[in-house]
């Protein structure tokens, strides 16, 4: 048996990698023939650049210290003691690969692009009037309108950067690094939650997976980074509210919730991973209602606020519809994206993360006499698949998926803490990681 695991698990592998390859080749004949990718390296959004930096050297030797002493400090540190080690791990593969473009062109000059948002923040300088003004420059064609990740996103995601600047945090390299210190996190939050959903030794195995992440090669440094961070921790504290803990966490997740809608739009889908929490929570949600109470409440606060501050989310959403079509999103053909989006998240998530996917889908077959902390887990990851694959269908995510969907791609790492012989696994993740950053210049 365990033999014909693993040559199925390679088998999944393989078929992954076939993936990509064929959404290289496909999407490198559209791109000569026809130019309506308007991506230079397909499937990703990057430019062929061999090159090494000052990150270099501390990549490597990141990589190989979790390769080498991941799964044991794991397995052995208390708990508090992981996350904090998770954290601190996960930050120093993060910064490490942003600085293999060097601190400008990795960094500081990641969020100060035409299109970025922080070439905005002039605009904002009388807040409430720019929010009951912010529909008014949606579109192409309306006066001034938003640059595109402005324009394509609710204004929490630019209110952010101009409330750093407020406080004194200003330019490219402090928002680069709110994005990488807080993105890093989400590790954090996806291991809580997998511990509160799970198993406690199921979130120990999957904590080198989650520091070790090809992710982090657009968490560093992009600003869905941040938003999968607001994302995982309105997960991990409804995870806590459900098994036990104080139902208070309830109110927090649903704030985080709010939150999350407020930062992307097509984030409000991460509804479908919370339903999957309630799911494996619903005893103690018939037991204490005033848990749905509190997280309804919560959810209600950053609505209600940008609503009273003459924010229209639904009109925002409909004009960003437009918006998206009279830019490239209209060009760029469905029949391509539809499948090679998913190319994108296996270089996201690595070649672990498609075994592990395999090993889910084993359990979820025979869930009857799977051990109940791994079917758990395959529920919640299956959630996050749904999620993303109806982001994809939607039409809405053609292309940049390997940095719009970080905050589901954060759902699925945590499969590969049903893998064997970890080591090898992590190996084949941190590789991909280092040849993506080192062989190609990514435009996140």
């Not at 060097?102 to 100060?112: E, K």
């Not at 409440?297 to 009279?326: H, M």
Request: glycine content about 10%.
């Amino acid at each position: 048996m365990t033999r014909r695991s693993r040559y199925a698990d390679l088998c999944a592998v393989s078929a992954a990698a076939l993936l990509v390859l064929v959404a290289v080749f496909v999407g490198r004949h559209i791109q000569d023939a026809y130019r309506t990718l308007f991506v230079h390296w397909p499937p990703l959004f990057a430019d062929w650049d061999p090159h090494v930096g000052p990150g270099t050297p501390a990549a490597a030797l990141v990589a190989v210290a979790v390769v080498a002493y991941g799964p044991a400090v794991a397995a052995r540190l208390p708990w508090r003691g992981l996350l904090v080690a998770a954290w601190g791990a996960c930050l120093a593969w993060t910064w490490s690969l942003a600085l293999v473009d060097g601190w400008q062109r990795g960094v500081a000059g990641r969020l100060t692009t035409r299109n970025e948002y922080l070439t905005v923040i002039g605009r904002f300088h009388d807040i409430p009037a720019a929010l009951r003004d912010f529909t008014h420059h949606i579109v192409s064609g309306s006066p001034a309108p938003f640059p595109a990740h402005i324009a394509g996103h609710p204004p929490a995601a630019t209110l952010t950067f101009v409330l750093l600047d407020r406080i004194g945090l200003r330019g490219g390299g402090w928002a680069g690094a709110w994005c990488v210190t807080v993105g890093a996190t989400a590790c954090v939050a996806v291991l809580v939650a997998v511990r509160a959903l799970a198993d406690e030794g199921l979130a120990r195995r999957a904590a080198p997976f989650l520091a070790l992440a090809p992710a982090a090669v657009w968490v560093g440094a992009s600003a869905d980074g941040y938003f999968a961070a607001v994302a995982a921790w309105s997960v991990a504290l409804l995870a806590l509210a459900v098994t036990g803990r104080s139902v208070a966490w309830a109110a927090g997740s649903g704030l985080l919730f709010g939150l999350t809608c407020y930062l992307s739009y097509g984030l409000t889908l991460f509804a479908l991973i919370g339903a999957a929490v309630l799911v494996i929570g619903r005893r103690r949600v018939r037991e204490r209602p005033v848990l749905l109470v509190l997280l309804l409440a919560g959810t209600a606060v950053v609505p209600v606020a940008f609503t009273l501050a003459g924010f229209d989310w639904w009109e925002g959403y409909r004009l960003l519809v437009t918006r998206y079509y009279q830019g490239v999103g209209g060009t760029r053909p469905y029949g391509y994206w539809v499948w090679a989006n998913l190319a994108c998240t296996v270089l996201v998530t690595g070649p672990a993360t498609a075994a592990g996917l395999r090993r889910a889908g084993a359990v979820a077959a025979r869930r009857r006499t799977a051990p109940s902390a791994e079917a758990r887990l395959a529920l919640v990851v299956a959630a996050a698949l749904l999620a993303l694959l109806a982001a994809d269908l939607s039409g809405m995510s053609k292309a940049e998926t390997e940095r719009i969907w970080l905050p589901f791609a954060m759902w699925l790492l945590p499969v590969c803490a049903l893998l064997p012989r970890p080591r090898g696994w992590l190996a084949a993740q941190a590789v991909l990681a280092l040849l993506l950053n080192h062989l190609l210049f990514t435009g996140w």
